[in-house]
């Protein structure tokens, strides 16, 4: 009976507090609205040009001031670089004022822009944003290596506003400290680490990195900077070889006078000791002037082929070793991966079937053979003579990622052989021309975020030069697209006003 008293009494006492809680406040309240402020007049994206004048006039809209008097607020716009932690190098303010009337300073890249508009009289802040990339005259594009009367200049292709424009001489134009000295080699561009892109270039003299946004360069920027071993001040990369793969960055190979070295940013694995040494060998093996490399997708490794000029075989290396591994003896093989008894005059690896090594051999009664085999499990795929047109004069090749078509050129011609049909076929005649370079560009971004890099991965391309015009302006660089079934190809892109092209490499965003 105590309990249900007790009961009762709790009943009550949370109903009596329900019942006083509901009840209308009767309090007298006034409710102001204050101004807010309505953003027109600017768009999502802008992009601008370092050194240009850059102008927003916004339209402003106040819901409580009609007068629309600029100084009763204060305005700031300030830039955001996009993708990096907070900090006072990243946050940049660039004006002050309603309107925004500047000559763009802040460093290249992509950037957020806040538009801050403040009453002063409520102190109450008022924002919009917008995405803006800033650019430079050489901020994303073709970087070329030439070859002028047997000295070394840097060109670029560069993109400016959508529009790929050529610019001569591009360390001079920008003040650049490097200075090529002697036969020009290879530029290589591709993500040196996580966090900085490398822009690689490589005479007979040096091989040195520059600043990939100002071009500028200091003597730590030489690539005797980046080996464990000391090195000549003259020590140079023949080329350096990349995995070219959307999670490649800071893994590369270098060949340099018939070394291979390795690079692996994630390990700390610096150019070190040439890994061109078989396990279990004494002896290292002079390699031939070819890398074929490729990223595990499982593991994000580098693993690449290599050859031995000495006893003329085919090595691996794998999974971040200091050496190399001789390739396993397969049932029912094409050729023998330890006894070629060919030389190698050209290897690459191709995504194509889902990734493959071509290697072009050649035997001493003249005749040429192609090679295919999977680079991780060894599993030969094709091994057959090469019956093209003028093959035994050809000097240089390049295979197709898409359809795996061979193409190789024989002084200004360029023919393109079909490995199934075992037929070839002339592409190309440029008469006088001599060709330089063929390739297709392996870029390590693609898909619907970069189309133009995606198009063109399957673009053959052509550099030539005309002998009979100026070493400084007699070369040009084209790009052809390839068609399905041994089509005619098709002029894309077409600049010139280079000398003789020895490489191309794409400086990606």
Known sequence: MLNYRYFKQALLFVMLFVSFSCRKDLGNYNYEEINSVDFGGIDKTYNAMLGERFKISPVLKFTKDESN??????????AMRRGEALNSEIRKELATTRNLDVVVKIPSGNYDVYYIVTDKKTGVAYRTTFRLTVQTSIYEGWMVLNDVNGAARLDMISKINNIYTPVTDVLGSTGSELSLKGKPLDVHCYPYNFSTYGIYLSTDKGTNRIDPETFKWKNTFNIKYEMVANVPDDFHADFMASTEHPNGAGTSYMFSA???YYYYYIYQINYGVPINLVKEESVPFNAAPFIARSLSS?????????????KRRFVRHLNNESTCTTMPTMDNALFDYNNVGKDLIYMDYSPFNGGDVFAILKGGDGKVYLARFNLVTAIQTYYAEITGAEIGNADKFTVNPIYGYLF??????????????????LMLDKGAEKISLIKF?????????RPYYESRKNQLMVCSYDPALPAERNGKMELYVVPSLNGDLTLGESYSGFGKIVSVSYRER
């Open 258 to 260: 018939g070394n291979v």
């Open 408 to 425: 190789y050129s024989v002084g200004g011609k360029v023919y393109e052989y079909d490995m199934s049909l075992k037929t070839s076929k």
């Open 441 to 449: 560009q392996k870029f390590v971004n693609g898909g619907s975020s």
């Open 69 to 78: 008097d600029e100084q009763a607020y204060s305005y700031q716009w300030l």
């Open 298 to 310: 499982s593991t994000l490794i580098a693993n690449a082929v290599l050859f031995d000029v000495n």
